[in-house]
């Protein structure tokens, strides 16, 4: 596998520190009414959850009432911060100054949580922590540059940067086939399914807001594709509602499809005279809680 200097993995995975400096990024929350395709935004309930200058960043919900994220310090190093919504409270789950955490999440079996580490010669791979507190282990050594993953059946489905970028999934040491090639930054589990979704970067079209590009899964028990339609224009990050339903964002306003339909509905917008660009996101039907992350204005 290739390697890439460090910042063009940073500029390409993350976003570029030119982006940072532009005012950084928070999660903000809002509360959710409906299921499915009649899910709708209670936009008076939004407010932030995070409100700091650093990158506070993809959003994961570990369980009915936890959360976590990559936060970064003054220095630019990324942590693991759980928050509660029980409590109120922010807990570093990862506090690790000599290199930093990106898109954690639960794993399967719910003894560890997961994330992309920049270990300190700059090599992103995927690494374990144990919820239990023990240290931290490094799952697939020879699996690098890591960007993105989900998880199905235990094992990863992981985005790895390089000409192109591929989709791969390790069935076992030294059984990790390609998926896809060229695929773009989003990589999803379909739920209650044997399906992973990504982006299609080889399917694009013109849309009236900017480029769609093509929603696509890969079934790993059939070993067949399923073309799922198109993302919304203009936007690359998509979350799935329930098994039928993908959500994606464009500036403030949210948007369902269902996978069998054409059209994105607007499920309403989240007005911010300080944070603007709804990109990533994070939904939870126990609590009926739609996490996103906001780009703070340049002042």
Request: proline fraction near 5%.
């Amino acid at each position: 596998m290739p390697r890439f200097p460090l910042a063009l993995i940073l500029f390409l995975l993350f976003q570029s520190q030119a982006t940072l400096a532009q005012g950084g990024f928070d999660l903000w929350v809002v509360d959710t009414e409906g299921k499915g395709g009649k899910l709708k935004l209670l936009p008076d309930t939004g407010k932030a959850l995070t409100d700091r200058p650093e990158y506070d960043n993809q959003p994961n919900f570990i369980n009915d009432s936890e959360l976590v994220f990559s936060a970064a310090d003054e220095k630019g190093n990324h942590d693991i911060i759980l928050y509660s919504f029980r409590t109120g409270n922010f807990t570093n789950f990862s506090k690790t100054p000599d290199r930093s955490e990106f898109s954690p999440t639960l794993t399967d079996c719910k003894q560890y949580i997961s994330a992309v580490v920049m270990e300190p010669d700059s090599t992103q791979r995927l690494w374990l922590y144990p919820v239990s507190g023990e240290p931290a282990e490094l799952l697939y050594d020879d699996i690098a540059p890591v960007g993105y993953y989900d998880w199905y059946d235990n094992r990863a489905a992981m985005f790895v940067l390089g000409e192109p970028n591929s989709l791969v999934y390790a069935w076992a040491k030294g059984n990790v086939p390609t998926l896809e090639n060229n695929v773009g930054r989003s990589i999803k589990t379909r739920p209650k399914s044997d399906q992973v979704g990504y982006l299609a970067m080889d399917a694009q079209r013109e849309g009236q807001n900017g480029k769609e590009t093509g929603i696509r899964s890969y079934d790993l028990k059939r070993g067949t594709y399923n073309e799922l339609g198109f993302t919304l224009s203009g936007s690359q990050d998509f979350i799935w509602v329930d098994k039928n339903h993908l959500l994606m964002a464009r500036g403030e306003e949210v948007f369902v499809r269902k996978t069998s339909g054409s059209e994105w509905q607007s499920i309403g917008t989240l007005p911010s005279q300080s944070h603007h660009k709804i990109t990533r996101m994070a939904y939870s039907p126990d609590l009926n809680k739609l996490v996103v992350v906001m780009q703070r204005k340049q002042q």
